[in-house]
Structures are given as C-alpha cells and as structure tokens.
C-alpha cells in the first residue's frame, strides 16, 4: 500500500497562489489514480480534482475549474495541486488520496490552507 505525504499549505491573501504537494511512497505510484480533497470546518469532504494513472486525463469541481490544476510527475511519486486566484472559501485542510481498482483508499494526514480576504 502507498503512504502519502502533503507539503505546501499555508496562509495567503485572497487571488494568490499556492501548489500542493502529496509525495508517495511505498507502493508503484503509477498504478494509482490520485485525487485532492477538502474539508472545510463544519462541512464536508468534498472532490477537488482527480488525474488518471498516466497524467492523460483530469477531472475538477465546478468550485475549482479553471483556477486549480493537477498535476503528477510519476518519476518523482508526486501529485500535485496548483491553485490559483485562491478564495476565502478555498480555505480548508487539503487531502490526497490514492485510488486503486475504483475507491480512495489511501490518505495523507491533510494540510491547511488559509485564505484571507
């Protein structure tokens, strides 16, 4: 099973810019689909984006489109999370996960981010 780490969170003003990290270990990453996640205080977890195994096909949240973007470097065991024009309702704890055969089975322990206006 893949373990998977997240960097990069933070504080930031409204329509600035952060990129995430989820560096993974101890499994073939490249047979993963990976995805981010976010739970907001009160609510909850909700789908940002997900990439397919070889990076060839992405898929985003109508919340996000067009100002969050993934990414994977599979040389590296990395997924990442670009976000742009970041907003005060962005501000939540930021997940990745990792699916196998249909389900995301494995998490990170989450990073904040933290979007003032």
């Known amino acids: 099973q893949v373990q998977l780490v997240e960097s990069g969170g933070g504080l930031v003003q409204a329509g600035g810019s952060l990129r995430l990290s989820c560096a993974a270990s101890g499994g073939t990453f490249s047979r993963y689909a990976m995805g981010w996640f976010r739970q907001a205080p009160g609510k909850e977890r909700e789908s940002v984006a997900a990439i397919a195994r070889s990076g060839d096909n992405s898929w985003y949240s109508d919340s996000v489109k067009g100002r969050f973007f993934i990414s994977r470097d599979n040389a590296k065991n990395t997924v990442y999370l670009q976000m742009n024009s970041l907003k005060p309702e962005d501000t939540a704890v930021y997940y990745c996960?990792?699916?196998?055969?249909?389900?995301?089975?494995?998490w990170g322990q989450g990073t904040q981010v933290t979007v003032s206006s």
């Open positions: 996960a990792a699916s196998y055969s249909g389900s995301y089975n494995q």
